[in-house]
């Protein structure tokens, strides 16, 4: 869907593959644990992204 979005832009799209933390199981601190996981890992990315 993103690259149907933007087709008519000249800009790059880039894909950062993430679990889906909808789909773990467990008590409720294991399920924010999987939503803090991808939360971290994306902040990760962008700031790696801005600084290049």
Same mark, same amino acid.
């Given at each position: 869907?993103?690259?149907?979005?933007? /087709? !008519?832009?000249? $800009?790059?799209?880039?894909?950062? *593959? !993430? +679990?889906? *933390? !909808? +789909?773990?199981?467990? $008590? =409720?601190? @294991?399920?924010?644990?999987?939503?803090?996981?991808? /939360?971290?890992?994306? +902040?990760?990315?962008?700031?790696? =992204?801005? @600084?290049?």
């Amino acid at each position: 869907k993103a690259l149907d979005l933007t /087709r !008519t832009h000249a $800009s790059e799209v880039e894909y950062w *593959p !993430t +679990v889906d *933390p !909808t +789909v773990f199981q467990g $008590s =409720r601190e @294991q399920k924010l644990d999987a939503y803090r996981d991808v /939360r971290d890992g994306l +902040v990760k990315r962008i700031k790696q =992204r801005l @600084q290049n």
